[in-house]
C-alpha cells in the first residue's frame, strides 16, 4: 500500500537540475498540471533533441535575481488558465523534491508575473503522492 504524505496548501520545492531551491509553491487541486512563471522562453536543440531554455526568477521578493535554465522539451499543451483563457505552453519534465519526498514532474511555463505564487503545483503532480490539509501550510517542506 502505498504512504501518502501530508502536506500544507503551500509548501517550498526543490527542482534541482533547474538550480531553484525551496520555492514556495500553491499546491492547486484545480489545476490538472503545474505551472511555472519564466521569461525569454526560446526553442533549441540539445544534442540534436527539443529543448528550451528559460529564465527563472527564484526569489519572489528579488526580481533583479535570474536564474538561465535550458531543458529537455516533453511537449507543448493547450491549457486554460484560471482567467478562462486557452495557451499553447511548453512543457518540462523535470525531477521535484517536497520535504524527504523526491519524484518527477511535469511543469508547463507561463508568465505567472501577475499572481501571487510563482508556481503552482497541480494535482497530476500530487497523484498518489499526497494528501492535502488545506487548513496548514509547509507541513512537508521542513522534515
Given amino acids: 500500500m502505498n504512504k501518502r504524505i501530508i502536506i500544507g496548501h503551500v509548501e517550498n520545492i526543490t ?3 533547474l538550480g531553484i531551491n525551496q520555492l514556495t509553491v ?4 484545480g489545476a490538472q498540471t503545474s505551472s511555472l512563471h519564466v521569461d525569454n522562453i526560446k ?7 527539443p529543448g528550451i531554455t528559460f529564465d527563472i526568477h527564484p526569489e519572489i521578493h528579488n526580481v533583479e535575481k535570474t536564474v538561465s535554465c535550458h531543458a529537455m522539451l516533453h ?3 493547450k491549457v486554460k488558465s484560471s482567467n478562462g483563457m486557452s495557451e499553447q505552453r511548453y512543457v518540462i519534465k523535470t525531477p521535484a523534491i517536497l520535504g524527504k519526498h523526491e519524484w518527477d514532474i511535469e511543469i508547463t511555463l507561463t508568465d505567472r508575473s501577475d499572481m501571487t505564487y510563482l508556481m503552482l503545483l ?3 503532480a500530487l497523484d498518489t503522492h499526497f494528501y492535502i490539509d488545506a487548513s496548514s ?3 512537508a517542506s521542513f522534515e
Fill in 15 to 17: 527542482l534541482p537540475d
Fill in 26 to 29: 500553491r499546491v492547486d487541486t
Fill in 43 to 49: 526553442r533549441i536543440s540539445l544534442d540534436g533533441k
Fill in 75 to 77: 511537449d507543448v499543451r
Fill in 122 to 124: 497541480g494535482r497530476q
Fill in 137 to 139: 501550510a509547509f507541513v
